[in-house]
């Protein structure tokens, strides 16, 4: 199996910072972290969607303001 030796993967990193650039290689990598994650808690089962039992979130109580006060 083949293994990168440290020179190959500074040429590897060097025609990818040539090929995407500097300002967008933060938002690769972030986006590459997110994908991964995503796949790792697919396969083990974990899901963000399902919350545990005991764990309900209730709405913020929102303020109205008289039509009184309110500006025309």
Known sequence: ???PSPVEIIIILVIVLIIFGPK???DLG???G???RE???SVTGKDKDELPEGAVEKPEPTT???AS???P
């Open 1 to 3: 199996m083949w293994s």
């Open 30 to 32: 972030r986006s590459m």
């Open 64 to 66: 109205a303001t008289p």
């Open 24 to 26: 967008r290689l933060p």
């Open 69 to 71: 006060e309110q500006k």
């Open 39 to 41: 796949f790792k808690d």
């Open 34 to 36: 997110r994908g991964l």
